[in-house]
């Protein structure tokens, strides 16, 4: 099939969670046979941070306007098996007119950050990239998150067919390497700077820090304001690239998952971090959350900390049990949390959504899954 994707980004891995996330399932698509046209808009902090250039069995599509590339936008949908609007697509509302009006092909939308859309909705903020028309006339509308939210997109913003997305990882991408020094860890914490994660990584980080002063202690992010909190034994790796995760996690003897306030509230909303992590095999310390136990078991296959104290226990345990989770972790989400995995599952939800009646009404193509 041909799938064109009107996105955030796929070329940059700064500052977002967006880009990692498209080249996995892009690379696991071509494996299949697909092809994936990817729209993004070339911004300064972006195109100065750019670290992919090319997307494999496809093409990556970068412009200045919307009204400069919407004729070649019209020119890719003519003959496109699927297209897809991501949440904080920067023309998103344009592009959604020129997406549902093309017939004859599943119009897509895929929210990756529903719980921020969901609160933005609730507090009438205006939303940037979803218009007055809703989601009501998408053919099908994906989310990172499941759970409530699935029900939320349906009662608040009208989708008809709706199922969940998640993240995953690409184990040719990350997976276990040796470690390097300067990001040797007992805990580390990968991720861009976030208000409302600050709590929780006062609790589960930086409290722990000052109470094992012998530990050494590492941040990787970027954004990190002057008055951060550190401590002697914290120290900081400025952004890294996807290249550099692997190293990362690779090198951490635990490392700490913390979720961003809203999608911690609303659960089943695991970080893509949670898989690359997983498959790099570091094990892993996270904040709760409704729908974890879904992902990975706690206990065995992933440390659960809600209070300093947890998390200084977790540090307190040895290599060998630390080995173990770390170990079964990485065998559940290869076993499970692929982009091959999700690749799969978003042929079938497209090929169901073809065969409903609304599209098949418009259209007897059928794609080859």
Request: glycine residues 8%.
């Amino acid at each position: 099939m041909k799938l064109v994707v009107f996105g955030l980004t796929i070329s940059s891995s700064w500052g977002n969670g967006h880009a990692t996330l498209w080249r996995g399932l892009c690379r696991a698509l071509a494996r299949q046979g697909h092809r994936v046209v990817f729209f993004e808009k070339d911004v300064h902090y972006y195109s100065a941070n750019r670290d992919f250039f090319a997307i494999p069995n496809g093409d990556l599509v970068l412009y200045e306007t919307w009204n400069s590339i919407r004729q070649r936008a019209k020119s890719e949908l003519s003959d496109a098996d699927a297209a897809m609007v991501t949440s904080y697509c920067p023309d998103g509302l344009a592009v959604t007119e020129l997406v549902l009006d093309s017939p004859g092909i599943v119009r897509t939308f895929y929210d990756l950050d529903t719980p921020v859309t969901l609160s933005k909705l609730q507090a009438r903020e205006a939303l940037t990239y979803i218009g007055p028309r809703g989601l009501r006339e998408f053919d099908l509308v994906l989310s990172y998150t499941g759970g409530g939210a699935l029900e939320k997109l349906r009662t608040e913003l009208g989708a008809q067919r709706v199922a969940p997305l998640y993240g995953h990882v690409d184990p040719e991408v990350h997976r276990p390497v040796d470690s390097v020094a300067r990001y040797v860890s007992d805990l580390s914490y990968l991720g861009t700077y976030a208000a409302d994660r600050q709590i929780a990584l006062q609790s589960l980080f930086i409290d722990p820090a000052g109470f094992r002063p012998a530990r050494r202690f590492l941040i990787g992010g970027a954004q990190y304001p002057d008055d951060f909190p550190w401590k002697p034994n914290i120290h900081f790796a400025r952004h890294l690239p996807p290249s550099e995760h692997p190293a990362f996690f690779s090198s951490s003897r635990l490392t700490l998952n913390v979720t961003r306030q809203a999608m911690a509230e609303m659960g089943w909303c695991p970080s893509g971090r949670l898989f690359e992590a997983s498959a790099c095999g570091a094990p892993i310390l996270s904040d709760n959350w409704e729908g974890l136990d879904s992902f990975f078991v706690p206990g065995s296959e992933i440390l659960i900390a809600r209070t300093t104290g947890d998390a200084v226990a977790a540090l307190d345990l040895s290599d060998a049990e630390l080995n173990r989770i770390a170990r079964a972790s990485r065998e559940r989400t290869l076993a499970e949390h692929t982009s091959e995995h999700r690749a799969r599952e978003l042929e079938t939800l497209l090929a169901s959504a073809r065969s409903a009646p609304s599209l098949s009404g418009r259209s007897t193509a059928m794609m080859e899954a």
